[in-house]
């Protein structure tokens, strides 16, 4: 009797786990997100531009560095107490970001927010590894890219409402009641889940000097991407900062009895190709759900909410993509080829948009919905190739490894383009009107936006028509990284995934 039963009881387990997993994930991804639109109001309320960036950046910085952290620790303790953690911290700190009385607060508040968001994201997505063979991982992560695209879509959209017809400090109080139930769903239904035998031994040197090394190197890509030089002594000292630590983190975790980041990971072929094809689909998704309603918004004049609808196609396509490659993947047995098809798809979807106006609405949505398919096609895909390709007492780091690699290629992918953009800005007759605009304005903190508002009437036209080429150059870059993922895609080896057997029998 006990043999008929065993097969049966995972179904429902299943199905309230992933509930629980995809609640962590939506609110982890909502908050990188949401704050975005209600950034103006923030600057108004603590008249504080300088610190405004971090409360974006800080929350993307703390959420990266966290995530390789928790992968480890849940290979050692467990993932149920990490998720809970996370969810915990999380959902705390929303609630002092919602109290903040100053810049300051609101950006300390924001970094015990991703720490807590970098445990729910890379947590989620480990306990899939746990729980579900190889084989049939992609139609799951596929429901956790859906979340993503939710996310990316839903944040601008409900910041940007809240913000108008309640205050800023609803973005952050939403959490409180979504939190709190997230919480508890997890505490319900993540019972049952593998317990680790061996004895605990934390990295305490290794994570020191991998928080130090992430750290100075996501401060100093974001500086550049606001426009500081690469030269400037302060992004030159925190580059030096990052390559010193994370050398000597390396020969560290090479000699430590239990590393925090394995290095005989990356002597793995296939992971470290799936590690770079995140990498490269992260840079081009992150820096195109930014940049677009950016462009939709100076080219056209349209407002916040309808700059944030505009992404709408992108985010329809990305769990299009995941849920097609999800079943292919499961059907097939190999990763490789959706992959591939999706690299394949993501210069020409960016290339379409570069030379499609931001007005012909039905033209860009098709380039866009595109984008969103080939970016759907690859981040699942990725995530189950790097977890069948080590073993089962890796699959927390290795996933968190996958996860740093996505959040790395965010942060890069927006400061690079965002700094490319400056640089393009520069040497036009823009440059005087944004420099112009900060000093008599300076309330939104975006430079593109107040600049071109504090432009005469007839010159607006000419000034949209300039920005218009720009963002066409810009996105033709992009379309020229995107080529790094392809051939990343390309050399990977075709490997079969572990099938259902290895769990079910």
């Not at 009881?9 to 975005?36: E, N, Y």
């Not at 426009?227 to 975790?253: I, K, M, P, Y």
């Not at 940049?291 to 396509?317: C, E, K, N």
Request: glycine residues 10%.
């Amino acid at each position: 009797m006990t043999n008929l039963n065993q097969p049966a009881q995972p179904k429902p387990a299943i199905r309230s786990v992933l509930v629980a997993l995809m609640m962590a994930i939506f609110l982890g991804a909502l908050d990188q997100t949401i704050v975005a639109v209600s950034m103006p109001a923030i600057s108004s309320q603590f008249h504080d531009v300088n610190l405004l960036a971090w409360v974006i950046s800080g929350y993307m910085v703390a959420m990266t560095v966290a995530v390789p952290i928790y992968g480890k620790l849940g290979d050692l303790y467990g993932r149920r107490p990490m998720m809970l953690i996370g969810m915990g911290v999380f959902t705390i700190a929303s609630l002092f970001c919602g109290m903040a009385q100053s810049m300051e607060q609101l950006v300390l508040a924001r970094i015990l927010q991703g720490i807590g968001a970098g445990g729910m994201i890379s947590v989620s997505q480990a306990i899939i590894g746990d729980i579900i063979p190889p084989r049939e991982r992609g139609r799951y992560q596929g429901y956790f890219s859906s979340m993503y695209a939710v996310a990316s879509v839903a944040g601008p959209v409900l910041g940007g409402y809240m913000t108008e017809y309640l205050s800023w400090r609803w973005v952050f109080l939403i959490n409180l009641p979504l939190g709190a139930g997230a919480w508890w769903v997890a505490h319900r239904t993540l019972v049952g889940l593998p317990v680790p035998q061996r004895k605990p031994v934390i990295d305490y040197l290794g994570t020191l000097l991998m928080i130090i090394g992430l750290t100075a190197l996501l401060l100093g890509i974001t500086e550049i991407g606001q426009g500081h030089s690469w030269r400037d002594q302060q992004v030159l000292g925190l580059l030096a900062c990052a390559l010193v630590a994370l050398t000597v983190f390396v020969w560290h975790e090479r000699r430590a009895r239990e590393p925090l980041l394995p290095m005989h990971l990356f002597a793995n072929r296939s992971a470290v190709l799936c590690w770079c094809t995140i990498f490269f689909t992260s840079f081009q998704a992150i820096s195109l759900i930014v940049l677009m309603p950016l462009r939709y918004q100076t080219v056209t004049g349209a407002g916040a909410d309808s700059a944030a609808l505009h992404l709408l196609p992108l985010a329809i396509g990305l769990p299009m993509g995941a849920y097609f490659a999800g079943r292919m993947t499961s059907v097939t047995g190999r990763y490789k080829p959706m992959i591939l098809t999706g690299a394949l798809l993501t210069p020409l979807a960016i290339l379409g948009m570069a030379f499609s106006a931001p007005q012909a609405l039905l033209l860009s949505s098709l380039f866009m919905l595109l984008s969103g398919i080939a970016v759907g096609m690859q981040f699942p895909t990725s995530l189950v190739g790097t977890q069948n390709s080590v073993a089962q007492r890796d699959i927390g780091v290795a996933t968190s490894t996958t996860n740093l690699f996505r959040s790395l290629g965010g942060a890069v992918g927006v400061a690079c383009m965002s700094a490319l953009l400056l640089a393009l800005l520069q040497d036009s007759s823009f440059a005087h009107l944004a420099s112009g605009a900060l000093v008599a304005e300076g309330r939104s903190g975006n430079v593109l936006l107040d600049g071109l508002n504090a432009a005469p009437g007839p010159a607006q036209d000419a000034l949209r028509g300039e920005l218009l080429v720009t963002f066409r150059h810009l996105l033709m870059v992009s379309a020229g990284v995107s080529l790094l993922g392809l051939a990343a895609a390309v050399v990977m080896p075709n490997r079969v995934l572990r099938g259902r057997e290895d769990k079910v029998n």
